[in-house]
Each structure stands twice: as C-alpha cells, then as structure tokens.
C-alpha cells in the first residue's frame, strides 16, 4: 500500500492478520484505528511519535511490531489526521464494508469503541475532560462495546448498526473538537527572506 492508497478494513485486516506474529494475539485492524483516533482525539499533536509506543505497548509488549504493520499504522495515522480535520466531516471509522455479516460488523464496531476508550485514556489520565458531552460520549462507548455478537441480518438491526455507528463517528469529532490538537497551520508556511 502507498501513501496515495484509501485504506479499507479487508486490506488493513489482511495484512494484519498475514504479517502477526504475536503469540496468542489477535490484532484487529478496527481496535487499532480506534485506539489511535482516541489518541488523536485526546490531544495527541499530529507530529508527535508517541502513538507508535502506545500501540507498541498495547498490542506486543513494547516489542515492537512487523514493518508491514508499522507502515499501516503510520498511514492509518496520517489518514486519521487528515480526516478529522475535513471542514466536511469526513472522518470514518475503520470498520467492514456494509455487505459483511452483520455479526462481524457490530463486533468491528465494539472493538474500535474499546479502542477509542482505550486510547483516549492513556492520551488524556493527567488532565480533566473538559465537559460533560465527551464524559457522556465515553460512557455511551463503553455501553456500545458491548453490542452484541450474535446480531441477526434484518432490517431493524441494520437501522440501528447505521445509527450507532453514525453516532460513534460523530462523537469522535465532537471529542476532537473539543480536545484536539490541530496542527499549528502557520508553521506550514515558509518565511521568505
């Protein structure tokens, strides 16, 4: 995958899954892309490397991961950044396309939730959240992650994925928005002498 490629859940998760070695680990790709936008939500800055340890710890013991999962981490980062800033909301969740099971869907969405939550807590354990709406949006993860498995393929539960997830994402920005730290635009500038 280059830099220009849109990252997709079957792509990210292919990789993943080919390149883990983790004894006993069962990375996913959705549990990373939240724990990474919970980060980036929290406050960490865009240029900061931190967000590479953290999942390092998280995910393999601080033992560094396989260059292939690095790399998409790197762009699942950047994509995350250059998403959340979008004066369009165009921020998405990394999750499986609409046509998987419903049953995978919902257990993509749990995950990535976790991860938010998870990411989220480690970016923001010494300072307050700000307001009751991003104390609300993460009690309202912390319910969602525990959608259930088992979810069958019907019109109802199809409606109420596509809320849900609707909600998750708009909730990530607003947490964005109110802690975020958006890179210092006048930097991108060059001085002419």
């Given at each position: 995958m280059n830099?220009?490629?849109t990252l997709d859940f079957a792509s990210v998760q292919a990789i993943i899954t080919s390149e883990s070695s983790i004894e006993g680990s069962n990375l996913h790709g959705a549990e990373i892309h939240g724990v990474l936008t919970g980060l980036v939500c929290a406050g960490l800055?865009?240029?900061s490397p931190d967000y590479l340890t953290f999942v390092n710890d998280l995910f393999n013991n601080g033992e560094g991961l396989p260059h292939n999962i690095k790399s998409i981490?790197?762009?699942m980062?950047?994509?995350i950044w250059k998403n959340i800033l979008d004066d369009n909301y165009g921020f998405q969740m990394l999750l499986p396309d609409d046509d998987e099971p419903m049953a995978e869907r919902s257990n993509a969405l749990s995950s990535w939730v976790q991860g938010f939550n998870l990411g989220f807590g480690l970016q923001q354990k010494n300072t307050a959240i700000a307001s009751a709406d991003v104390k609300e949006v993460l009690s309202d993860f912390s319910e969602i992650a525990n959608l259930a498995d088992d979810m069958e393929e019907d019109e109802e539960?199809?409606?109420?994925?596509?809320e849900i997830s609707e909600y998750v994402r708009i909730s990530a920005?607003?947490?964005?928005t109110e802690l975020g730290t958006p890179p210092d635009r006048s930097t991108d500038k060059e001085t002419i002498h």
């Amino acid at each position: 995958m280059n830099e220009e490629t849109t990252l997709d859940f079957a792509s990210v998760q292919a990789i993943i899954t080919s390149e883990s070695s983790i004894e006993g680990s069962n990375l996913h790709g959705a549990e990373i892309h939240g724990v990474l936008t919970g980060l980036v939500c929290a406050g960490l800055p865009c240029d900061s490397p931190d967000y590479l340890t953290f999942v390092n710890d998280l995910f393999n013991n601080g033992e560094g991961l396989p260059h292939n999962i690095k790399s998409i981490i790197k762009l699942m980062f950047a994509d995350i950044w250059k998403n959340i800033l979008d004066d369009n909301y165009g921020f998405q969740m990394l999750l499986p396309d609409d046509d998987e099971p419903m049953a995978e869907r919902s257990n993509a969405l749990s995950s990535w939730v976790q991860g938010f939550n998870l990411g989220f807590g480690l970016q923001q354990k010494n300072t307050a959240i700000a307001s009751a709406d991003v104390k609300e949006v993460l009690s309202d993860f912390s319910e969602i992650a525990n959608l259930a498995d088992d979810m069958e393929e019907d019109e109802e539960n199809e409606q109420a994925y596509f809320e849900i997830s609707e909600y998750v994402r708009i909730s990530a920005v607003l947490c964005f928005t109110e802690l975020g730290t958006p890179p210092d635009r006048s930097t991108d500038k060059e001085t002419i002498h």
